[in-house]
């Protein structure tokens, strides 16, 4: 026996069926062998399927690396060279270089691959550049832990020297891993990706910078920041961690002179006279921070809190909430109450502090915020934004000037003189110089009761926050900052938001509501850091600490970096650095980074630089990553480009058509993949195996990601990975089956292949499919193309269409009408097909279409181009094949009982008789000769059933059914029982064999 037959060819790929598992040819049993000499000899005759593409990849990591780079960089820049199509840009967002990538990284990767590879096979010339964010703390960390160094230990210059030869190996990690996911890029050549940390990159953000400088929105001012007196450095909210702390509260009163009061308060101050005539009216406030009490710029209430003004023991006039003065006066002892008053006839109210003794006119103010609460403290709320972000972001919405933020504490968090200057009060100078936490707190609080303004004074415990490093408490303390003043953009915003599509869209996922919620709630932006890891901003500071950051001063700045380097900034001299406007001048160098949102917030300039798009398009197709980054690189990069776009008469315009997100990736209870629960799988490992377990190809893991609702949190797992392996295993043997009938023939056109009914309503349900696929693809989902082509490969195809195609295929004469038929058609079928699965599963793809490779002269199936073709829709196949599909689904059911009965051991041993009305009548005798095999039968007669042994009737669109002996021998070639005699050749395989020479 031939090493074809071995194969059980008669194990067709069939996926799922509803009909009865009769199988009507191919199933061979010993037992009805009489005549083994003569099985084996018309066996050789027999045109089996025949292909070398094995069945199974049996390495299949090791398959598709044959393929890899065919599909990958050679295609890339093959179809950028010859495709002719539109131009079709989708711009990467980088991930972070940093460490190995996780399955969050695979999903993003492919599902955009997905798209690219659609678009390159329907002939456009795809424009991707994959991209890495390079700069910033983790890498810094990562570069300096590896190294057993602190960042205070190198200077800057070394610091950058380490971070970027980290950043650059992880690149080269994760660039190997995202080809071997099959992600078509032009890897290897430098211009085929773009790095943050590129010289050009460097260059081309600062000239970014420049142009935002030139439009006013650069401003440099103080602002609220974690700040670690112990190391001495701003700190990152990642950067803390929160341990339990004792520290000294204190309820303090802030004086409120009579003609500072509102009209309310002062009504209900008077009533407090007529009780007590030398009464005087104070504010009460809590704090568990008095170092802070310097830097009170305001006190806050909310509108609607019930306010009361009551009179202590001392004879003081206190405003305090009510809800809490039973509390309080467990602290204060007995208050009476004297008048009521709501929040909001406080606001406006002016006040004096320790540290506001000047003009009137400057001192602090009662404001109204929501956060204020009446379930501790006085309710009202001491404010100082200068050491905290709350008030801080109270200030800003409510326009409350900052222009002096106070903030009178030192880098070794000590206070500085200007409490000596503010108070006018030399008393205080003996906390000048002493630590904020320590001596400086426990001298304030002396001073304030001193002073006559110390009400009560306690201990609590309280969560505090530390620095992760030096694990000793720090501060919130204002430092200046470099802003980025995007206010102004907001109307812009609402206009360019306006006309992206959002994918999901905002009905399911409100997408668009977040991107202008996270755009619209931002007026600043600070875009500074204080780490060497970055794009410097390189401003120059004069000795009184005033910035010089201008058009002219850039660009003078640019020329000498562009020349020398970025690290230049920190290696070169102040004086280089100099513009001509300002020679002879002591400036300073400033220190400060950019953001990383600002690096890969100007990434679209990469785009912009092509001139691949006009003006009054989106410079993108697609942006495409998780949903997190609204409030990332999504926000940084549409506020740059609007930001470039503002009054240069330009219509404003996000960077991306298309704003496509996708959910996290999850374990299959649905739980966040994370290290600390260890639940997280590795792609790789999917792909290449680990310890013992499978190595599943890249095809199996681009196969589950493009099953997923990626829209919503994806899981993946043990059980989702071997699903998407049956998948594609099942796939992959159907579409072997088509290419082993047809890869050594050679097709005829359709056109004149005399199509039977069968080939013709194949032909419309490709069509039809075609149709979803394209309409799938074009909407980025890529479930429905996978759910489509696998429910077309496993119903009609499997179940169907080979079944009834496989007694013609195998022994009808070479060159005979049907098998030509059948030919033409699946090999129409299996480039259809092919073109419809290869952006998921190139590997796959690229293998079969090689092993096609005869008819073709294409360096890849991704060159093949997919236009839109002639449609073979063809509605009366349809609905005539819709008749006797229905008989047929009958006919097996009838066939299984007969099977069950005893009667008959295979469905060949039968014969049908149809009986019907004359309409279809008319059907069945047009398509004869077709029914045999669509019914899965030996003969179909459209007569009355003779006489028999037995029978099974049934019926069908009404259609009457009754299957009975096949009255005639069984073929020793083809096995059918339409032989005229015992041992002899049916009339078919008879012609079959005078075509070819019987081997003897
Ligand atoms: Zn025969």
């Known amino acids: 026996m031939s090493r074809l037959l071995s194969q059980s060819w008669g194990r067709l790929p069939r996926l799922a069926t509803s009909a009865p598992t009769f199988r009507p040819l191919g199933v061979r049993f010993a037992s009805e062998v009489k005549d083994q000499d003569i099985r084996k000899k018309y066996s050789a005759t027999l045109l089996l399927p025949k292909t070398d593409m094995p069945l199974r990849a049996k390495n299949a990591p090791a398959t598709e690396d044959k393929y890899r780079h065919r599909t990958t960089d050679e295609l890339y820049r093959e179809q950028y060279a010859t495709n002719e199509g539109p131009v079709f840009i989708l711009h990467d967002g980088p991930p972070y270089a940093n460490g190995n990538l996780h399955m969050g990284h695979a999903l993003n990767k492919i599902l955009k691959d997905m798209i690219n590879r659609y678009n390159v096979i329907r002939g456009r010339k795809v424009h991707y550049i994959p991209g890495w964010d390079c700069h910033g703390l983790p890498i810094e960390h990562k570069a300096l832990a590896a190294l057993g160094k602190s960042h205070t230990s190198l200077d800057p210059v070394s610091v950058r020297r380490e971070a970027r030869k980290f950043a650059l190996e992880a690149i080269d990690v994760q660039k190997a891993e995202m080809k071997q996911l099959g992600v078509m890029a032009d890897w290897d050549n430098p211009d085929g990706v773009y790095r943050t940390l590129d010289h050009d990159y460097e260059i081309r953000q600062l000239k970014m910078l420049q142009m935002m400088v030139s439009k006013g929105f650069i401003t440099h001012r103080l602002r609220p920041t974690y700040y670690s007196p112990s190391s001495r450095t701003a700190l990152a909210e990642a950067e803390l961690e929160y341990t339990d702390l004792k520290s000294n509260s204190v309820y303090v009163r802030f004086p409120v002179s009579e003609e500072w009061m509102t009209p309310r308060l002062k009504e209900a101050f008077q009533k407090g006279r007529e009780v007590s005539p030398e009464a005087t009216l104070s504010l009460a406030i809590w704090t568990t921070t008095p170092w802070t009490l310097p830097a009170n710029m305001g006190v806050s209430v909310h509108n609607e809190i019930a306010y009361v003004v009551v009179l202590d023991n001392a004879k003081r006039l206190l405003v305090v909430a009510e809800e809490l003065l039973e509390p309080l006066q467990e602290r204060f002892g007995k208050l009476q109450v004297i008048d009521r008053l709501d929040g909001k006839h406080l606001i406006g109210t002016k006040y004096r502090t320790l540290f506001h003794t000047g003009d009137p006119e400057s001192l602090p103010a009662i404001f109204a915020a929501d956060y204020v609460t009446s379930e501790s403290g006085t309710g009202l709320v001491h404010s100082a934004p200068g050491h905290g972000h709350d008030d801080y972001d109270a200030f800003q919405d409510q326009n409350i000037p900052m222009d002096d933020l106070r903030c009178p504490v030192d880098d070794e968090g000590h206070f500085t003189n200007e409490i000596v200057q503010w108070s006018g009060n030399q008393a205080f100078s003996a906390l000048v110089g002493k630590y904020v936490l320590g001596a400086g707190s426990k001298l304030m609080i002396e001073q304030l009761e001193g002073a006559g303004v110390l009400l009560a004074e306690e201990k609590i415990e309280h969560r505090y926050p530390i620095d992760w490093r030096t694990k000793k408490p720090i501060i919130i303390r204002a430092t200046p900052q470099w802003f980025c003043d995007v206010g102004s953009l907001k109307p812009s915003a609402v206009e360019a938001i306006e006309n992206i599509k959002f994918v999901p869209p905002n009905e399911l ?404 008789y149809l009986a019907s009305s004359p309409t279809m009548e008319s059907l069945l005798k047009r398509h004869a000769t077709l029914l045999p095999s669509i019914l899965g039968v030996s003969i179909v007669k459209l007569t009355a059933p003779p006489p028999s042994t037995w029978s099974v009737t049934g019926e069908s669109e009404s259609v009457s059914i009754t299957l009975a002996p096949a009255p005639a021998h069984q073929c020793p070639r083809c096995w059918l029982y339409t032989a005229p005699a015992e041992a002899e050749l049916c009339q078919r395989c008879d012609m079959a064999l005078g075509d070819s020479p019987t081997p003897m």
């Not at 619209?520 to 600070?526: A, D, Q």
């Not at 829209?711 to 088509?738: N, Q």
């Not at 079944?803 to 060159?815: R, W």
């Open 509 to 912: 996922t409100p997408g668009r509501n977040r991107l202008s919620a996270t755009v619209l709630s931002r007026s600043e932006w600070c875009i500074s850091r204080q780490r060497s890891w970055g794009v410097p901003i390189p401003a120059l500071f004069n000795s009184n600490g005033e910035p010089l950051l201008t058009v002219e001063s850039l660009e003078h700045i640019i020329s000498v970096l562009r020349e020398k380097g970025i690290d230049h900034w920190w290696a070169g001299s102040d004086d280089e650095f100099v513009p001509a406007s300002h020679k002879g001048q002591v400036l300073t160098k400033g220190l400060d980074t950019l953001d990383v949102w600002f690096d890969s917030g100007t990434s679209w300039s990469l785009i912009a630089d092509a001139h691949l798009r006009s003006e009054s398009e989106p410079l993108a197709d697609v942006y495409l990553e998780g949903s997190d980054q609204h409030r990332g690189w999504f926000q940084s990069s549409i506020l740059i480009r609007l930001a470039a776009l503002e009054k240069d008469g330009h219509k404003p315009m996000a960077p991306y058509r298309n704003l496509i997100t996708h959910g996290f990736t999850t374990d299959e209870k649905g739980n966040k993949m994370s290290k600390s629960l260890g639940n997280g799988i590795s792609p790789m490992d999917v792909v290449n195996g680990k310890k013992g377990r499978d190595a599943f190809g890249s095809d199996t893991l681009r196969l589950w990601a493009a099953g997923t609702d990626y829209t919503r949190d994806a899981s993946i797992g043990p059980s989702s990975i071997s699903h998407a392996a049956e998948v594609l295993r099942k796939l992959r043997s159907t579409l072997r089956f088509m290419l082993a009938n047809t890869a050594n023939a050679t097709p005829l056109p359709l056109e004149e292949a005399g199509l039977t009914l069968v080939e013709r309503y194949i032909l419309h349900e490709l069509s039809t499919l075609e149709q979803v696929v394209r309409e799938a693809y074009e909407d980025f989902t890529f479930n429905k193309v996978l759910q489509g082509v696998t429910s077309f490969t496993s119903s009609t195809l499997s179940s169907f269409y080979f079944d009834v195609a496989k007694d013609a295929l195998y022994c009808d004469p070479i060159n005979g009408p049907r098998r030509q038929a059948i030919i033409a058609t699946q090999s129409h079928v299996l480039n259809a097909v092919l073109k419809m699965i290869a952006p998921i599963v190139p590997h796959l793809a690229e293998e079969v279409y090689e092993s096609t490779r005869s008819n073709h002269h294409k360096s890849s199936v991704f060159l093949e181009q997919w236009a839109k073709g002639e449609s073979w829709i063809d509605k009366e196949a349809a609905d005539e094949m819709a008749v006797l599909l229905a008989v047929r689904g009958e006919v097996l059911s009838m066939l299984e009982t007969a099977r069950q009965d005893k009667h008959v051991r295979v469905p060949t041993e039968t014969a049908v």
